[in-house]
């Protein structure tokens, strides 16, 4: 399905699947490399899931993509040429830090921001009254900024990010503070630009959210790849990784398995994570070993949570040992 609305998505396309790729990019500030050889693409109709821990980098790459800032070495291009203003009408990019005209009402900034993408004021208007309406601000649009919760601020800010249907979308942190009603009412307006055949690079620390949106991932740490490709795939790579047991006598608080570094109890039974090393059949022999009467033993297919904190973590030993 992915594949498909990759090859045929965006009514403005180039002949090219991917709306940006980056290849063997640095960028130093200072003594301190930010981003280190790093490369990736992201295609029309996906969502690429842009993961990693505070610090890692993803902001200055997402700069970089958008032509804010420049790269020291290595190759960025945009719909198959440099980046730049050039591209302005056919991207759209939302930033952690949110900002509208204050004292302008809703309406009015959306429609100005629309004109500055290529819009008609009339079309910039139409789309805008649909969309705030769409995402439950339809009462609302005659309001100034000032007047908004932070909720509904941020529903506009993602109408003012899409509204002029970019090919390519660059999210930040889009479901940050949101309730579950105003989260998913956005994800599903992220979605629709996915479907339409829009390329869509979505910064995220929730790990729920980057499963069940993203068709691929990109993991960076300390400006590094870690992981990269489609979601199903990494979580069978990993799938060694994570088992569930239900057994009489065993508690996610024992602590008492060498192989496992940590537990939690789901639906119960007990979920190990296994140490980097350590296999499901190691596990299942310390189980036997104390006599545990094991009425399930499954290994299961670990969480992308699971999946972040086991790579981050071993990476960051194997650079200590360096």
């Not at 300390?222 to 239900?246: C, K």
Request: hydrophobic share 40%.
């Amino acid at each position: 399905m992915t594949d498909q609305r990759a090859a045929t998505g965006g009514s403005r396309a180039d002949g090219d699947v991917s709306a940006a790729r980056v290849e063997g990019v640095w960028k130093s500030f200072g003594r301190t490399d930010v981003v280190q050889d790093l490369s990736f693409e992201v295609r029309r109709g996906e969502v690429l899931g842009f993961l990693g821990p505070n610090g890692a980098g993803k902001t200055t790459t997402m700069r970089m993509i958008l032509d804010i800032i420049r790269p020291d070495r290595g190759a960025i291009t945009v719909f198959g040429g440099p980046p730049g203003i050039e591209h302005q009408t056919r991207v759209g990019y939302l930033p952690e830090e949110r900002g509208l005209y204050r004292d302008v009402p809703i309406l009015e900034t959306l429609t100005y921001f629309g004109a500055l993408r290529g819009l008609s004021t009339r079309e910039a208007r139409d789309r805008a009254t649909h969309l705030l309406t769409e995402v439950g601000l339809g009462e609302a649009m005659k309001k100034k900024a000032a007047e908004l919760s932070r909720g509904m601020h941020q529903k506009a800010q993602v109408v003012a990010t899409v509204l002029h249907e970019p090919d390519l979308l660059i999210v930040d942190e889009p479901f940050q503070g949101l309730d579950p009603v105003n989260g998913e009412m956005l994800r599903s307006v992220l979605l629709a630009q996915r479907d339409r055949g829009a390329a869509v690079v979505m910064s995220t620390h929730d790990m729920t959210d980057a499963q069940k949106l993203c068709d691929r991932i990109l993991l960076i740490d300390r400006g590094r790849r870690l992981l990269y490709g489609r979601v199903p795939e990494i979580q069978r790579a990993f799938s060694d990784g994570a088992v569930e047991v239900r057994a009489a006598g065993i508690s996610a608080a024992d602590g008492r398995y060498r192989s496992v570094s940590e537990a939690a109890e789901v639906d119960g039974s007990v979920r190990f994570l296994l140490r980097a090393g350590a296999s499901a059949q190691q596990l299942f022999r310390e189980l036997a070993d104390e006599g545990a009467d094991v009425e399930r033993f499954e290994v299961s297919t670990p969480t992308l949570n699971e999946i972040f904190i086991r790579t981050v973590a071993g990476d960051r030993r194997a650079e200590a040992v360096r």
